[in-house]
């Protein structure tokens, strides 16, 4: 019994040793991958590689970012990123993080950018489609409040309207409960930013941690790694990758 | 960034490592004579199996099965999802790049899918979710779309027939979406194959067929409603002009978040863990939008049809990176 037992303790150990040499491996490819993905993006900010100088910017009409919360108290690594997407030319950046803090510092965020204008102010005076503002950007601060809770506030100003139907509802059941009908009361719980075209997610993992899930529905979605190690050249790539997608939208 | 590059450079990684161990193998075999001239008579192709190649067909099975049980068996060591979902993607690029009709693709697809569920269900993954058709993909042209609904209709009665081996195998089959869109003869085979496998538990199959995540929400949203209009009628008869008792009204006829939660088609199931989506896109199509908070998108650039035991246990292993980050992630909420 004791030497079944000393084998069988002995073929776990093994066991476990081989998964961490199993992830060390990987560990390792990714640490090579980190490398070569530096190499690039530094070659790429100095204009080396040429199919990445003919960026076309205007088929990125609205961009999102998640950034992870505790990443999002690095303000000034958040205005490097801004200032990077005006030089790329972007115009429309809705910035996302689940508990709110961009949110929170946003006044902050707005004042040490030139030229950048809340999205609420640009959509009430018809700014956002107004190309002249060439080297304006404009912000929307998201969080999760803007998400899955606001799909249930919005489901309560359905519901009020569905009461007021009376005797009609179980008619109108199916024509009052439509994704036009949501999107709608969406806007008017005060989510009334557009589907972004790209999210980028800076974080560890590739996950849009609860970006409001209406909005996604066919939103590209690349991950970029932590913030701390945001550049330009990277930026670059993942809308040049962006720029030559080509979606059928289920057709 | 990860999923769609170190997948791709994973697939290259793999590949040396195979044609490394087949030159070790042939260093072994020159130990001994080499013969100058071998001739082949292709004969066979008809019949699967041949007495003899027989025997070693079993053989190198076998041991294919000894070796992938052994990888499992290390990779269990890390955290396994519980809940792994699939966007089919690439099967009609797979198609033309073969040559090959349409439907040879989707059945190619078919095939890979089973095997793709079963290292899922040997690694004890408990939920899998399949993105099978969308309600968008009903804009595409009628031919293929009856393609797919009579293939769909073709595994559903497979599955009815060989129900005993479902039984034994545990699975159990739930069709989620707007069924009323199928046609009937699917709709009915596939009502009665989820009553048929309802009792078994070792793994959960969702096939989301007819399917988008916003109409899933819509869906919640209207039962959500309906169910708090018995409450709002029930509190309105128990009332009265007292401001508190007005606040309760408003209380219980108020939709929570938990109320559309409990409607959504998934309800019961665990959250997503990994969303694998082949053929190196992006995005998630309107597919399991509400679920897939705090779960990691995984890209590999190869095809479904293309998709191997290597990148489920590429997207496990990437999982098992991220997932102490993840389960923090979730447990904030």
Not at chain 1, 120 to 144: G, P, Q, R, Y
Not at chain 2, 75 to 93: K, Y
Not at chain 2, 130 to 152: G, H, Q, T
Not at chain 2, 266 to 277: K, T, W, Y
């Amino acid at each position: 019994m004791d030497f079944k037992d000393q084998t069988q303790k002995i073929g776990h150990l093994g066991v476990r040793l081989l998964w961490h040499l199993l992830h060390f491996i990987v560990s390792l490819w990714y640490f090579a991958l980190g490398i070569v993905n530096a190499i690039e993006s530094y070659l790429i900010s100095r204009g080396v590689l040429k199919r990445y100088k003919t960026l076309d910017i205007g088929k990125l009409q609205y961009l999102a970012i998640v950034v992870e919360s505790e990443d999002a108290h690095q303000i000034t690594k958040v205005i490097e990123l801004l200032q990077c997407l005006m030089a790329i030319g972007v115009k429309r950046v809705c910035l996302y993080d689940t508990e709110g803090i961009l949110k929170k510092s946003k006044e902050s965020i707005l004042a040490r950018l030139n030229n950048a204008t809340l999205f609420e102010e640009a959509d009430e005076k018809n700014l956002l489609l107004d190309h002249d503002h060439n080297k304006h950007i404009t912000l929307e601060f998201t969080s999760s409040s803007d998400g899955k809770e606001a799909v249930a506030k919005a489901a309560n100003i359905l519901f009020m309207k569905y009461l007021q139907l009376g005797d009609y509802r179980k008619s109108e059941e199916d024509s009052f409960f439509t994704e036009a009908h949501m999107t709608e009361a969406l806007r008017a719980v005060g989510c009334r930013g557009p589907e972004p075209d790209l999210l980028l997610v800076y974080g560890p993992a590739r996950c849009h941690l609860g970006f409001p899930v209406w909005r996604i529905r066919y939103t590209e979605i690349m991950h970029m790694g932590p913030l701390k190690s945001m550049r330009s050249g990277s930026l670059i790539k993942a809308i040049y990758r962006f720029t030559m997608v080509r979606q059928n939208y289920g057709k | 960034m990860e999923a769609q590059i170190g997948s791709g450079g994973a697939n290259q990684l793999f590949k040396s490592l195979g044609t490394f161990m087949r030159k070790c193998m042939f260093m072994v075999l020159s130990v001994g004579a080499i013969p100058y001239h071998i001739a082949f008579i292709l004969s066979g192709n008809r019949k699967l199996a041949q007495i003899g190649s027989g025997d070693a067909n079993q053989l190198f099975k076998s041991l294919g099965t000894f070796m992938r049980k052994c990888m499992f068996r290390v990779v269990s060591v890390g955290a396994i999802p519980n809940h792994i979902a699939f966007i089919l993607n690439g099967n009609r690029r797979f198609a033309k790049k073969h040559n090959i009709p349409l439907e040879a693709g989707y059945r190619s697809a078919f095939l890979s899918l089973l095997y793709a569920l079963k290292y899922c269900s040997e690694l004890g993954v408990k939920y899998v979710s399949i993105y099978a058709f969308s309600i968008d993909n009903f804009r595409r042209s009628p031919d293929e779309v009856r393609c797919v609904m009579d293939l769909m209709l073709e595994k559903v009665e497979v599955l009815l027939q060989e129900e005993s081996l479902v039984k034994q195998y545990g699975v159990r089959v739930c069709f989620l979406g707007k069924l009323q869109l199928l046609n009937q003869p699917l709709r009915i085979a596939a009502e009665k194959a989820m009553k048929a496998t309802a009792n078994n538990t070792r793994i959960v199959i969702f096939i989301c067929v007819a399917y988008t995540s916003t109409n899933e929400m819509i869906h919640a949203v209207q039962q959500s409603c309906i169910d708090k209009l018995d409450n709002h009628s029930q509190a309105l008869k128990q009332t009265t002009t007292h401001d508190n008792a007005n606040e309760g009204v408003k209380e219980t006829t108020m939709v929570k978040l938990v109320d559309i939660d409990k409607h959504m088609y998934m309800n019961g199931a665990p959250n997503l863990d990994i969303m694998i989506r082949t053929a190196g896109e992006n995005r998630l199509s309107n597919f399991l939008l509400w679920q897939s908070t705090h779960c990691m998108l995984h890209a590999p650039a190869v095809l479904f049809p293309e998709i191997g035991l290597w990148h489920l246990v590429w997207a496990i292993i990437s999982f098992q990176r991220h997932h102490s980050y993840l389960e923090k992630k979730k447990k904030q909420i």
